[in-house]
């Protein structure tokens, strides 16, 4: 297959771990096993080269309170790097300040780009306390997708959000997970019985420690009768967790082999934030076979089958999470039957299966521009010079569309315009996944679809002290 020419911008990449450098690292690790080349721009520091491609590194700050997080900064140069390395197609990964700037590059030079939103901003700044910036930020990440041909979002409550803040050009993009890696077999009775010396219900939350993640919330599972915690991740809410949470077993951030060990060694999924776009950690539980308890809100809407995989709690009521833990706690049998219908149901949904679903939405951007240029509006091209540069350019885009290689098909999709946002919705699952879907939505009706509602403390929260809510 001939190469493809992505430039992907980045706010978040290696050394920092978090979910928008993971995914970007297996798009980046698919593009080099389909024989398309990417130019990587992302906050140094960094590393030179990753799956084969080029990283530029630039300046970046970290986030407050969120140190793994770097921003990068706009930089001068962009425009230059771009120009140079003659992208076929811009990819803005989760794009704020750094990719800003991409999106207006990639404008400047005409190319077509698709932006991928992965971070609740707003929802984020909200939780380490500052009110008032909503309408800041969403004009602020309007101005940035506006400018992009194709905005892809992975959840159905994500896509509900942007377009009722006016997004335009939305199409539903989920993400894969490894199953290989993340499997039941890893298993280890030795780890278990470190945490549960007398055969207790293990729940586990894998994770960053921060306020965006609501971790407090898991103080209150303290003390609930025959069941152990096992807490995976780190970060700034660390040291009160360890407070309030004497007896539970803390490992610190894992990776590799550690992290597929502990996954698959619970009983008992519990996720807490009620703001993620998608929340890949739910979607590595079920790899590993184990049952989840998560927020009624957010991409756990679109992953956790309630009476199936698992339960969906009121994001603000913390008696129904202890309730959900406690039920699948005490019954072995549920916890078998929630946990092999969970592996079952991600399987299928590998790294492979929905890069050819981005490759599909690459080909039509790429194709659309296409169709533009070759229909140019009247009066726009006044001399042979602009008259051979838009032929080139069609003839360009023309090829691109056929390296991508994924079909008639998939160039005939076309980006999807926000007031039809929640038909394509339903239309990026399967006929059983999107009644799945829509029951969920209408079970946690009195629930905001992860667009602000959840930033509220719990109701009926206990919260032990020196765990106060940041929200």
């Known amino acids: 297959m001939s190469s493809v020419r992505i430039a992907v911008i980045t706010e978040s990449f290696l050394p920092r771990v978090n979910g928008v450098t993971n995914s970007v690292c297996r798009v980046l ?192 599972l303290s003390g609930l009768p025959g069941v152990r915690l096992l807490v995976v991740g780190d970060g700034p809410a660390e040291g009160k967790l360890r407070e309030a949470l004497p007896t539970a077993t803390f490992t610190g951030f894992l990776d590799g082999h550690e992290l597929s060990r502990a996954y698959a060694s619970l009983d008992v999924f519990i996720h807490t934030g009620a703001d993620e776009t998608f929340c890949q950690s739910v979607q590595e539980a079920m790899a590993s076979g184990v049952p989840v308890v998560a927020p009624a809100a957010g991409g756990p809407l679109d992953l956790v089958t309630p009476g199936r995989t698992g339960v969906l709690y009121d994001p603000d009521s913390v008696s129904e999470l202890r309730a959900a833990v406690m039920r699948l706690a005490a019954n072995r049998e549920l916890r078998n039957e929630y946990g092999a219908n969970a592996r079952a149901e991600v399987e299928s949904r590998t790294w492979d299966t929905v890069s050819d679903q981005l490759m599909g939405h690459l080909e039509s951007v790429v194709s659309s521009r296409s169709r533009v240029a070759a229909a140019p509006e009247a009066g726009m091209i006044t001399t042979t010079v602009e008259a051979n540069a838009a032929a080139g350019k069609l003839g360009a885009r023309k090829a691109v569309a056929g390296k991508l290689g994924i079909g008639r098909a998939a160039a005939r999709m076309a980006p999807v315009e926000s007031k039809a946002a929640a038909s394509v919705a339903a239309a990026g699952m399967a006929p059983a996944e999107s009644k799945a879907v829509a029951g969920k939505a209408a079970a946690a009706s009195n629930v905001g679809a992860g667009n602000g509602a959840a930033a509220k403390p719990a109701k009926d929260s206990a919260s032990p002290a020196g765990l106060e809510t940041a929200a």
């Open 29 to 220: 690790e698919q593009f080099a096993a389909r024989g398309h080349e990417a130019l990587v721009i992302a906050a140094k520091p960094g590393p030179e080269r990753y799956a084969g491609h080029e990283v530029v590194s630039v300046g970046g700050f970290a986030l407050p309170g969120y140190r793994s997080f770097v921003v990068g900064m706009p930089m001068a140069r962009l425009v230059g790097k771009l120009r140079e390395f003659q992208p076929d197609v811009v990819y803005l990964a989760s794009p704020f300040s750094l990719g800003s700037a991409g999106a207006t590059a990639a404008r400047k030079l005409d190319i077509p780009c698709v932006a991928v939103f992965q971070t609740d901003i707003a929802g984020f700044v909200k939780r380490y306390g500052l009110r008032g910036t909503d309408k800041v930020i969403w004009s602020w990440l309007r101005r940035i997708h506006s400018q992009a041909d194709l905005t892809l979002v992975p959840s159905t409550a994500t896509l509900k959000a942007l377009d009722e803040h006016g997004i335009p050009r939305l199409a539903l993009w989920r993400r894969g997970v490894d199953a290989e890696r993340f499997h039941p077999r890893y298993r280890d009775e030795m780890l278990r019985h470190e945490v549960a010396p007398d055969r207790e219900t293990v729940v586990g939350y894998v994770g960053r420690l921060a306020p965006e993640k609501r971790v407090e919330l898991l103080a209150n």
